[in-house]
């Protein structure tokens, strides 16, 4: 039997956890399914999908994001798996658009890149604001051995479809780093940046994958590519919000810009925003949260908004107050791998 929490007196008052901070950044899953195999994020094989009927439909997702923007959610993500993947995406986009004059301000999506070349023009017709690119070698070879796919030039061909689009900006490109894999492409990604109007984002190699091999001498430091590219070029800092997980930086000279988001090194969990809500339906309020909170089950058993509103603010009060990554056996890993989770 679900647990219901009492139904605020003001329904639609923001989303406020235990310690004060205002949820305003939601991540929703779409599918858990991948054409890429990342090594960092699920095995080559072996991985059970979910079935079609334990995934949200686009109408169950829409009305989800209403109550969370209601809620005083200001961002959405769509994430994966891979979000391309999934049969009518520019569909989902536009049944999400009207939910800006209800507050909501930014539409985005996070995507390995490989189908952008031919869907970025609908993409951009549907009304997708923002979008994070998954790239994490810029070199043929690494780049297959990493994703197991050989296709670093479709990825690269549909960050340069995305530049014909000015309405989806900005265009960022998210980088793993991994110790031993990603020092000798540091500089060639900063040029990158330097040269395209890309935010090209390093970000810390977190335990969140499949096979469980993740060790913490396998994690490059934001601070140590930080000081790489500035002995190389000077960086200038750049303004961001509170909450933002990234420190930005750009080049006197340059078009885009630099980031670092260390949530190892440098965690940010006391500023931290966001939830998720997975492809099968459950909250999630830290990517590394063992527990989970269903909505999809008591949404088809017909529940109310109300309910759906209780069952939210029951996971938000829930919210762990950090990962604790860095304290040894108090450190678990989340229930389940990324690509399920969402990213």
Request: net charge neutral; aromatic share 8%; glycine share 8%.
């Amino acid at each position: 039997m679900v647990e219901y929490a009492p139904v605020s007196t003001a329904p639609y008052a923001p989303l406020v956890d235990a310690f004060g901070r205002q949820m305003g950044d939601l991540r929703i899953s779409i599918t858990d399914r991948c054409n890429f195999r990342c090594v960092y994020c699920m095995p080559e094989e072996g991985l059970k999908w979910l079935s079609n009927e334990r995934v949200l439909t686009f109408e169950e997702i829409a009305r989800l994001a209403q109550i969370f923007v209601r809620l005083g959610i200001r961002g959405i993500r769509l994430t994966g798996g891979e979000p391309t993947v999934r049969k009518g995406l520019p569909d989902l986009i536009r049944m999400l658009g009207p939910l800006a004059e209800e507050g909501l301000e930014s539409l985005s999506l996070t995507t390995n890149g490989f189908t952008l070349r031919e869907q970025a023009r609908d993409l951009a017709a549907a009304g997708l604001t923002r979008i994070n690119v998954s790239l994490d070698s810029l070199m043929r070879e690494k780049f297959h051995r990493i994703t197991r796919r050989d296709c670093l030039q479709r990825v690269l061909d549909g960050l340069e479809a995305l530049e014909q689009y000015p309405s989806i900006a900005p265009i960022k490109v998210n980088a793993v780093a991994i110790r031993g894999f990603t020092e000798d492409e540091v500089i060639p990604f900063a040029e990158l940046a330097r040269r395209r109007p890309y935010v090209v984002r390093f970000i810390e190699f977190m335990p969140l994958d499949a096979d469980g091999n993740w060790r913490r001498e396998q994690v490059l430091a934001g601070r140590e590519i930080y000081e790489m590219i500035h002995r190389w070029l000077p960086l200038e800092p750049v303004q961001t919000v509170a909450s933002s997980t990234s420190r930005v930086y750009r080049f006197a000279d340059g078009i885009g810009e630099v980031g670092f988001i260390n949530p190892v090194s440098e965690p940010f969990c006391s500023s931290c925003d966001r939830l998720r809500l997975t492809a099968d339906g459950q909250v999630r309020t830290c990517l590394f949260s063992i527990d989970e909170w269903d909505l999809r089950g008591p949404m088809r058993a017909g529940a109310s908004d109300a309910d759906l509103v209780s069952i939210i603010r029951l996971a938000v009060g829930h919210k762990e107050l950090k990962h604790r990554i860095n304290e040894g056996p108090a450190f678990q890993r989340a229930s389940r791998s990324m690509s399920q989770i969402g990213g």
